[in-house]
């Protein structure tokens, strides 16, 4: 077959100056992205589990009211009996009475009812499980802003993950 020439080389491709740097910038700026995206899911967070237990101390509060208002008009029904049979009042302020209570009742199977999927919701959103009983205060602290509103709407502005995201994109 003859006379046979081979030949072979080797190549080594170098990036172009500041390829690399560019690169890092952006890797790094993608970096700082997510982490805002982080911040803002962290604040999503803890707005949802602050939503769903005032809504939960306000179902307590509610429980706590109607069943409060059925002792008082349980007395008030006893009350009215009496005076029907005295006859200083008609049969009609007792069967007032009855349908109020009625309507309370209903109100409370209602709120009642209500808890269970915010309870469900809450242990969702801290990853808890039946067992933990939740306590809910009698009342709930009231904060003094220290600041003026508008400063306060202005440091918000500025540390918002979301505004500070799309910096870095």
């Known amino acids: 077959v003859g006379a046979q020439r081979a030949s072979f080389s080797v190549s080594q491709m170098f990036p172009w100056f500041g390829t690399l740097t560019a690169q890092e910038q952006v890797a790094t700026e993608r970096a700082k992205a997510r982490l805002q995206q982080f911040e803002a899911a962290k604040l999503e967070l803890y707005k949802q589990v602050s939503i769903t237990y005032n ?3 306000y179902i307590h ?3 706590e009211i109607t069943r409060a208002n059925l ?8 009350l009215a009996r ?3 049979e005295g006859g200083r009042a008609g049969f009609a302020d007792v069967l007032q009475v009855e349908i109020q209570e009625e309507a309370l009742r209903n109100q409370l199977q209602y709120l009642e ?6 309870t469900t919701q809450m242990e969702q959103l801290t990853n808890t499980v039946d067992s933990e009983e939740l ?3 009698d009342s709930l602290d009231q904060e003094v802003l220290l600041l003026p509103k508008d400063s306060i709407f202005q440091m918000i502005l500025a540390r918002n993950p979301r505004l500070e995201e799309l910096k870095y994109e």
């Open 113 to 118: 009812e209500s808890l269970d999927p915010l």
């Open 82 to 84: 009496v005076n029907f």
């Open 135 to 137: 306590t809910i205060p």
């Open 55 to 57: 809504e939960l101390y």
């Open 61 to 63: 509060q509610a429980i």
């Open 71 to 78: 002792t008082l008009l349980a007395s008030l029904k006893e």
